[in-house]
């Protein structure tokens, strides 16, 4: 008999952080937590899938609540499962898409991706499986490598100086961690430099730095900041102008050696396409971090995939943006390249599940199934309260 679902409820919760970054405070960021309940009995109580927000975008809860999750409880089980009575995020989320016009692709795209994780976890819990398990079996070879390559993503600016900076690569190098992403170009340049030296002498030889500019350069000053930080080592330069700015990206590309890493703000099949046409990326060294879950969801991504495949990109490009336990299922499950870390452990999306580690730049992913949620220190507190 099909899974029905039975109830879906969306929380926002609040999470101010003093982190800066080139084009935003996250003083007032907020997220969305989401729960859909079903009409299958586990351990005495109902299935429930658990699905989370990525953090720099705020909250979906307005849009979901509008109209995607009335779409869902309206449907029967026949419309989001498949003829066996398999749940099918895919075909969940052909209904939350109905009646949607193409294009303009923004805080929706992040709505229904909110719910698809949700999906998700609930389709591989159905299974008892790791979601990285289910994924590899749907959309893969079913042979996923469970050892992923993962970086530490932080050095935000706040107002400490280089303080925090320090502890955090202190840290993160202490956790295991072989490469360290810090954001510049929201302080004078002479102060980003200082930041970089800083970050390059506590990583050492061995360990790698990247540096993420969050959109901050135009045509004017490009070149310019490029041709100073090409003095450096770094792994490599994230997002330096506006996404949407391919012709831009295509000079940049053209006149730099450094490898580009963009896509977070790219939110579509159609855009990702258009980047991937008319920015310039290199195929043999640039990265594509389009985030799952501001994608639409899984369903989107694989599409994003097939697309980028065909244009002659080895899925091992692709380093999702986020750090969330939704990608690194995606990072394992599909056979990506790299997954994005919150540097700071403690924090709501840092750390692992308590059975995981980093060892030597590498996690050894979990069997614990769904996302994993249940298992992560700090998210399964906020799920428990939202359950209790
Ligand atoms: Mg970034």
Same mark, same amino acid.
């Given at each position: ?38 009409? /299958?009995?586990? %351990? ?16 979906? !809860?307005?849009? &979901? ?8 409880? #309206? ?8 003829? %066996? ?18 294009? !303009?692709h ?23 499986k ?9 959309? =893969?070879?079913?042979? #996923?490598?469970?050892? /992923?390559? /993962?970086?530490?993503? !932080? ?38 430099l ?15 730095? $990247?540096? @993420?500019?969050n ?5 004017? %000053?490009?070149?310019?900041?490029? @041709? ?5 080592d ?20 053209? =006149?730099? $050696?450094?490898?580009? #890493? ?9 855009? &990702? ?30 599409r ?16 999702p943006? #986020? =750090? ?12 990506? !390249? ?37 298992a ?13």
């Amino acid at each position: 008999m099909a899974v029905r679902i039975t109830g879906i409820d969306e929380t926002t919760l609040v999470m101010p952080s003093p982190n800066r970054n080139a084009n935003l405070s996250f003083a007032a960021m907020t997220a969305s937590a989401v729960v859909v309940r079903t009409d /299958v009995m586990r %351990n005495g109580r109902p299935l429930v899938g658990l699905g989370f927000d990525s953090i720099g975008r705020y909250g979906h !809860g307005g849009l &979901a609540r509008e109209r995607f999750m009335p779409r869902l409880l #309206a449907a029967s089980p026949e419309a989001y499962c498949d003829a %066996n009575g398999r749940l099918d995020p895919t075909r969940a989320f052909a209904v939350m898409m109905r009646d949607e016009k193409p294009g !303009g692709h923004g805080d929706r795209a992040g709505a229904v991706g909110l719910l698809d994780s949700a999906l998700w976890d609930l389709a591989a819990k159905l299974e008892d499986k790791p979601l990285w398990r289910l994924l590899s079996e749907r959309f =893969g070879s079913g042979d #996923a490598d469970p050892a /992923v390559a /993962v970086y530490a993503s !932080g050095g935000h600016y706040r107002d400490d100086q280089l303080a925090s900076l320090k502890a955090e690569i202190t840290r993160a190098i202490d956790l295991g961690h072989t490469l360290f992403k810090i954001k510049v170009a929201g302080a004078p340049l002479p102060e980003d430099l200082r930041r970089i030296e800083c970050a390059l002498a506590l990583l050492g030889p061995k360990r790698k730095l $990247a540096v @993420d500019f969050n959109c901050a350069l135009d045509a004017d %000053n490009a070149g310019s900041y490029l @041709d100073k930080f090409a003095e450096y080592d770094l792994a490599w330069i994230e997002e330096p102008t506006d996404p949407l700015d391919y012709q831009l990206y295509a000079e940049i590309c053209a =006149g730099t $050696a450094f490898a580009i #890493a963009t896509g977070e703000n790219v939110f579509s099949l159609a855009d &990702a396409r258009n980047l991937l046409r008319y920015g310039g990326l290199r195929r043999d060294r640039d990265l594509l971090q389009f985030d799952v879950s501001l994608c639409y969801g899984i369903t989107e991504l694989v599409r994003i995939l097939e697309m980028a495949a065909q244009a002659g990109w080895a899925r091992r490009r692709f380093a999702p943006h #986020a =750090g969330h336990l939704l990608s690194l299922n995606v990072v394992a499950g599909l056979g990506l !390249g790299m997954h994005e870390t919150a540097a700071d452990p403690d924090s709501l999306f840092g750390g692992y599940p308590a059975d995981m580690s980093v060892e030597n730049g590498y996690v050894k992913m979990s069997d614990v199934p769904g996302i994993g949620i249940e298992a992560h220190p700090a998210l399964s507190t906020v799920f428990a309260d939202l359950l209790r």
